[in-house]
């Protein structure tokens, strides 16, 4: 194909390096403006006009990436069709490598529709698989895989998100269960966990607990965490679909329940009524295995305890969960969160390392609450990361490229730097201005319940209060109601929202005049090692 690049002269030397190993014919148009973002259609129509295309007219037109308006009139206008390429030249490449199964386009980067045709495969692929109602049945015959209410659960399934809401019978007293229940649904959990109070029988909790769970995710399975025999009675009666958790000390309570109901239940290698936890690995998977086969006649989840980091042994931990599964077939249960809620890291990253662990390992359930700050998101994040571990399997490939990602605050690939050379006088900003207050009045400015809200004062009295998901929208909104009248006022207002607005999407927490991310000690003085 006979492709025609329009590119700008600070761009230029790296489309043509991105470009030269194409199996397409290619030819670079070098428009004389240094910034190719800076074109507009009308300037490529009339550049294209004046190109003598002496061995013919090229079979399509890519333009830069980064031209904020639709480029269709290049198209109309020359006859040639025309499209947007990506917004990084370096992705140049992929883009012409896929020019014959991608659908270009006159609005959106190329680089996006790629992005967007590649997330569409991805989920796809897993939802062909999750309705394959006959592949289902074949794969519930293996002992590997288990139903936990209508869930399929195992070895050979997607590792399923079990989200924990701590604190069950206190949320239900404060009347915010279902809202919580409801949250982690739409984090894309795939089971609900009601955690009970250790020390405590709210036995007499349960019914209404497991009524209101119910109610707010009617299609999800639900556990009960609790190691106390009445507890566990009680929730198998209300005809929950998993106990978490028995252990050596408590299973003869409840096994006779747990069986007649046919309830599946995690199993733990302790004995907690003795104070006893084993030592080794071997004592580990040795306790899981004996405790296995004193349940003979329910399906069980082996839980070997991922320890946090250096508290015990992390490593020692998943060197257990590798043995039993080399031993016994039998869905696995990861506490991930055992280690992202006592890790002062962003859980995102910690999130996918360990679901890439757990699908190694055969891992079926990974379990986490959101407790801290730092783990918030962390029920979406394995959720996530549980269907790239799922493709990545699959496919037989490492979990890079797969359509979906966990690249939330950094890019996948780093951007080709282009350094415009300019001779102006440049100036080391110092800033200070005497605060002058804006006789329009003041904001205070607020993230809640997922929005920005910015409520304007008259002195110490509010007077109309604006509420958005968007900082552009807010800020555009208050100056067409004339309701800023110095320059520096809508400076900082504009600065404040957009900072709003990034805590509402990254879940930080947002305090007006404050610093959003604390410069980190490594960038200091601004040197990066």
Known sequence: MRVLIITGKLASGTVREAVSASSHEIHVHVVNTPIAAFLTPRRIVSEIRNINFSDGAPDMIIVPGLIPKDVKVVWDETGIPAYKGPTDAADLPIVLDMLDELELSTRKPADRLIEEEQRRRALQFIEDFENDAEKRKELLERDENILIGNLPVGRDFPMRVLAEVANAPLLLKEGKLRERIEYFIRSGADMIDLGMLAGEDNSDLLPEILE?????????????DSLNPPEIEAAVDCGVDMILSLDLGNYREVLGSLRKNSVPAVILPTDYSEGWVPETVEERVEALEKLKGKCRGIDVIADPVLDPVNSRSIVESVMACRMYTERNPDPVFFGVGNVTELLDADSTGANALLAGFGMELGVSILFTPEESGKALGSVHELSVASKMMFLAKNRGSVPKDLGINLVLFKDK???STIVEEISVPTIEAEGGMKFVRD???SFKIMVENGRI??????????VIAFTSDSAKRLYEEIINRKLVSRLEHAAYLGAELQKAEIAMRTGKGYVQDFE??????????????
């Open 413 to 415: 690939r780093k951007p």
């Open 439 to 441: 006789r329009c009045g």
């Open 212 to 224: 209101t769970a119910r109610s707010a995710a009617p299609d999800v399975p639900l556990s009960v």
């Open 453 to 462: 809200k910015a409520v304007l004062y008259d002195k110490t009295e509010p």
């Open 516 to 529: 959003l991310f604390e410069r980190s000690a490594l960038f200091e003085n601004g040197q990066r090692n």
